[in-house]
């Protein structure tokens, strides 16, 4: 085989090898998706069994997670990325953190889904814990889609996204500081909303995160703790 063919078959198994840890990558954060999706389910439906099989489904994150840092090594070693792929190996390596920390997050979602079912249920059937969980759920799956598409405006309408899910918790949290209160007998019940809450929050954090990492593999800058109106135009589209 010539040279040329060599280094021609050597490049697109590299390609192939970078599309593929994507992929992985993509597969992985539906994953975490649908746990969050069920949690949710669990919590305002009172279903217990729901929300242990959430919990005990976590390790399947974990192993994904495992695999895919064990191939973004391999690549690393092997191949010695620069530049833009660099980046890309960098920015999955931190998104794949993230991404097993919503999984953390949406384990414990699942267990106080377990412990809120046995209690009694509020007339709203935790209505404000469904309006927040939806809304960080859609942060997360913009987030995917931006990092599938390489999308730099859906990574900023994300983290924009983020303020309002700070903002929803903020709330919850002082609502449950009111019945707390008012009837001491419900702060057992309302601490673990709280938590449930907290956890939801997180998520939205993460989702935020991983959007700055699109942004990085794109624009190669860092954008992590920097205010909307310091990030340039595409924030304001």
Not at 186 to 203: C, D, G, P
Request: glycine share 6%.
């Amino acid at each position: 085989m010539q040279t040329t063919d060599l280094t021609d078959h050597t490049s697109k198994r590299y390609n192939k090898d970078l599309e593929s840890v994507r992929n992985s990558v993509m597969t992985m954060g539906g994953m975490v998706e649908t746990q969050l999706s069920k949690a949710i389910t669990a919590i305002v439906s009172g279903d217990s069994k729901l929300g242990l099989k959430v919990a005990n489904d976590d390790y399947k994150v974990n192993h994904l997670e495992v695999e895919i840092d064990e191939e973004c090594s391999r690549i690393l070693a092997t191949r010695a990325p620069a530049a833009g792929d660099l980046r890309l190996i960098v920015a999955i390596i931190k998104t794949i953190t993230d991404l097993e920390r919503v999984g953390d997050e949406a384990e414990k979602i699942g267990f106080l889904a377990s412990k809120l079912a046995a209690m009694d249920r509020p007339p709203n059937s935790y209505r404000e814990l469904k309006n927040l969980g939806n809304h960080v759920l859609q942060m997360l799956r913009g987030a995917m889609n931006a990092f599938a598409r390489l999308d730099i405006r859906a990574s900023y309408a994300v983290v924009r996204d983020d303020d309002v899910a700070d903002e929803e918790y903020d709330a919850i949290t002082r609502q449950c500081i009111t019945f707390m209160m008012e009837d001491p007998r419900s702060i057992k019940r309302v601490m673990n909303v709280t938590w449930a809450a907290r956890s939801l929050e997180r998520i939205g954090d993460h989702a935020k995160n991983i959007c700055e990492y699109v942004i990085y593999m794109v624009e190669g800058r860092d954008v992590r703790h920097t205010d909307l109106d310091e990030m340039g135009d595409d924030a304001e589209a």
